[in-house]
């Protein structure tokens, strides 16, 4: 129902973090190359770093201290003041600091730019995707207009527009454009409430994540709107929870990559949840809903996004009609992603419990190996590759088994049966040609 839409917001957030992480290397080779040239003349920082209150680690010792001046060219005092400190620099040093300085700053505002602009991308690319599914949406379900993109004797056409539109397709799709374009303008919140109340949606899986997700709008809107300086606006919106001690009116508020990683994982789950909930509650029994799910469960387990394999492992688990054999996998990736984000205690008496003996043997093998129980997953190996049901291609992408990659065994069973599958093509070659 949503595949082309969801697959293109994976599409979009692939493409912020390969950008991320394509330019601030770049970025962050020229900030070790400045450092080096600049090391002597940037000395001086640390000696106004000192006049704080600073851990033990960081302090500087009077032997470093008398190291710093003397290395130093020019005369310099520093004094600490009620907002700082105050330096004053005289001799040919002050010009090179002043030069190695502006350097340092002119690079850390290249590295703040790139992260503005993933995160105006990351808030731009969810209000697409937003918009995009509630079309689709309304394309299909369009009697559901007059009763949640409409309010209670709303006159939305003057005549002038009504005789504008050739078809009555025309004039639904107006107001479909039109009202949720008025949506995407709205708050985080607001759209929450909308997908809530007119949709019907639980989104119990936002429950933990809500005020947070809520966080990075306020904070795009911060950069936006106020030159990245905290105002009374964000801090009176802001969960109190998500502010460090640094986060006060009239400061400014910095991003970085793990930020801007984290959340790009935390709306592309979430907003994906949205999309497979309005599925579901539309479309109960449309099987392909499973296998797309699991296709989100593998690509995401691929990349070792475990957050995002639990959220999409707990939604198929959830599904009444699904498979068993798809639930098993489902829970199978469940606990792997806990073991993974170090978080097994939780459920390790589960995967104790669980009675995989009507299942076919690679289950029971995933379960070996997930209770560390390395005898048991070698002989459960050998068993389903000599049974043929797991390739030894494919067994050596589970994931699951990264923990055993490096022992002997392991090697000794996937080379033999390398080398059984090698000579057997080999056979049915000669016998071919013959």
């Given at each position: 129902m949503f595949e082309r839409e969801i697959k293109k917001l994976n599409n979009n957030y692939d493409a912020i973090k390969t950008f991320i992480n394509l330019v601030e290397p770049v970025l962050e080779e020229k900030q070790i190359e400045?450092?080096?040239?600049?090391?002597t003349d940037l000395e001086l920082l640390r000696l106004v770093f000192s006049t704080f209150e600073i851990e033990d680690e960081l302090k500087?010792?009077?032997?470093d201290k008398a190291k710093i001046e003397d290395n130093f060219d020019g005369i310099f005092s520093i004094e600490k003041t009620d907002d700082?400190?105050?330096v004053s620099i005289s001799g040919n040093g002050a010009d090179r600091f002043e030069k190695a300085l502006k350097r340092m700053r002119e690079l850390d505002e290249q590295k703040q730019m790139l992260y503005k602009s993933c995160l105006m991308n990351i808030i731009s690319t969810v209000e697409c995707y937003l918009a995009d599914l509630l079309k689709v949406?309304?394309?299909?379900?369009?009697?559901?207009?007059?009763s949640t993109l409409l309010k209670a004797n709303d006159k939305f056409f003057s005549y002038n527009q009504l005789t504008s539109f050739s078809t009555i397709d025309d004039a639904r799709n107006y107001i479909i454009d039109s009202r949720i374009e008025n949506l995407i303008r709205e708050s985080f919140l607001e759209w929450?409430?909308?997908l809530k109340q007119s949709l019907g949606l639980n989104m119990g899986y936002l429950k933990d994540l809500e005020s947070e997700m809520y966080e990075v709008f306020l904070r795009r809107n911060i950069f936006v709107h106020n030159n990245g300086i905290i105002n009374s606006v964000y801090l009176a919106n802001v969960d109190k929870k998500l502010l460090s001690d640094t986060d006060k009116k009239n400061m400014p508020i910095f991003l970085d990559k793990d930020y801007l990683i984290r959340y790009i994982d935390v709306f592309e789950s979430m907003f994906i949840l949205i999309a497979l909930e309005?599925?579901?509650?539309?479309?109960n029994h449309d099987e392909s809903r499973y296998g797309f799910i699991a296709d989100q469960i593998y690509r995401n387990m691929d990349l070792r996004r475990w957050e995002l394999v639990k959220s999409f492992t707990i939604f198929l688990m959830k599904e009444g009609s699904c498979p068993i054999v798809l639930k098993n996998m489902a829970k199978i990736n469940y606990w792997l992603a806990h073991k993974e984000l170090d978080d097994f205690d939780k459920i390790k008496n589960e995967v104790e419990k669980e009675d995989f003996s009507a299942c076919t043997k690679d289950f029971l093998l995933c379960q070996s190996a997930l209770l560390d129980d390395k005898?048991?997953?070698f002989v459960l190996m050998d068993l389903v590759l000599k049974a043929g049901e797991v390739a030894v291609c494919d067994l050596e992408e589970w994931p699951v088994l990264d923990i055993y990659r490096e022992d002997c065994k392991y090697q000794e069973?996937?080379?033999?049966?390398?080398?059984a599958n090698e000579s057997n093509e080999s056979n049915e070659s000669n016998e071919s040609n013959d």
């Open positions: 400045n450092f080096k040239r600049d090391r500087v010792s009077e032997e700082g400190a105050k949406y309304y394309s299909e379900y369009y009697d559901e207009i007059k929450i409430a909308f309005l599925w579901k509650k539309r479309k005898e048991k997953t069973i996937i080379s033999n049966y390398k080398e």
